[in-house]
């Protein structure tokens, strides 16, 4: 079967994930697809069984960060299309193939991201799609809420870059993954790029899979990733907000980040996401901004009212986790 799209399945250290996701791969119904392992310097085996199963790999010296390392296997792609796959993932039987369904239903689709559901809570959602609110703060919609949900395919903000599909050509126009990010928010932000250069990015619910989550840096809150998570913030507005745009949305911005300084100084991280907040704004002239073209000014007004859309959708999923938590103690 002819291969028409490429896996690049980042690795660093990951070596406990690689055969259940390699597992899950062998078996899928759909098989004209190939495999490239992107190691970051893994030192825990990874390389090693890798090239004992003569795994299509590309072996890095050391760890470039996650758009380092899947922008080169990327361009090592001859495919139309290319999904990424995180290590800690096992995908559905017709996940590949309910991915190259999804993408092909029209040109004007960069990208679609699964029904991401948690690998030790399948009954919880993880991932359907990722969303940008005016408060500055990108969320995965649905996370911690039924996986019963989330049922229709719908058009998102942004595809996780976990488990998505990529049109491969539409990089060479956008750009690829921002290596200033190193991690985090970095697929946030090549799908802001694409919906700004009039693409879409889909939601497809009948591609399954099963996500651990924080497989790489260790927890969901930690003080690397707050440091860089709040540094990166700070591009994506930068780099995709025209100047008069950037100003309208200032006071709901800086609202966002007082919030999560309080959150997170709570949890004991405050001084690391100040210090990502100081690193972001020292280095902000290194940001390659996406140039301003009057052409597109509708599209800049569909991302203002997603964004505000987002921003009701946030208020209503959190409420509903939090109601669903008090009624859970309730009934303990």
């Known amino acids: 079967m002819e291969k028409i799209v490429t896996i690049v399945i980042p690795n660093y250290n990951g070596l406990k994930y690689l055969e259940a996701c390699f597992r899950s791969l062998a078996d899928q119904s759909f098989q004209g697809f190939s495999v490239l392992v992107v190691d970051n310097g893994s030192q825990d085996g990874s390389v090693e069984w890798l090239k004992e199963r003569d795994i299509p790999s590309l072996f890095l010296p050391e760890n470039l960060g996650f758009p380092g390392a899947v922008n080169l296997g990327i361009q090592e792609c001859r495919t139309p299309y290319v999904i990424l796959l995180n290590n800690d993932t096992q995908v559905d039987k017709d996940y590949v193939g309910e991915m190259v369904k999804a993408i092909e239903r029209s040109p004007k689709i960069f990208s679609v991201s699964p029904k991401v559901i948690q690998m030790y809570k399948p009954e919880l959602m993880d991932d359907a799609g990722d969303m940008y609110c005016l408060l500055g703060w990108a969320f995965q919609r649905g996370v911690g809420r039924s996986s019963r949900k989330y049922q229709r395919p719908c058009r998102i903000f942004s595809a996780c870059a976990a488990a998505a599909i990529y049109r491969r ?82 006071p709901g911005i800086a609202l966002g980040m007082a919030v999560k300084y309080a959150f997170f100084k709570k949890l004991g991280f405050g001084k690391e996401y100040l210090e990502g907040v100081k690193e972001g ?11 301003y073209k009057p052409e597109n000014f509708s599209r800049y007004l569909e991302v203002e009212w997603e964004l505000f859309a987002a921003t009701l959708l946030y208020i209503y999923e959190f409420s509903a986790r939090q109601i669903g938590k008090i009624s859970g103690k309730l009934s303990s």
């Open 169 to 250: 050509s539409v990089f060479e126009e956008i750009g690829y993954f921002d290596e200033m990010h190193f991690a985090y928010l970095e697929d946030l932000d090549v799908g802001y790029r694409a919906r700004l250069a009039g693409y879409d990015n889909i939601y497809w619910p009948s591609a399954l899979v099963y996500h651990v989550g924080s497989a790489t840096s260790g927890s969901k809150y930690n003080a690397f990733k707050v440091r860089l998570a709040a540094r990166n913030n700070l591009y994506l507005n930068y780099k995709n907000m025209p100047a008069l745009q950037l100003a309208l949305n200032a």
């Open 281 to 291: 704004f020292a280095t902000l002239k290194h940001c390659k901004k996406v140039p």
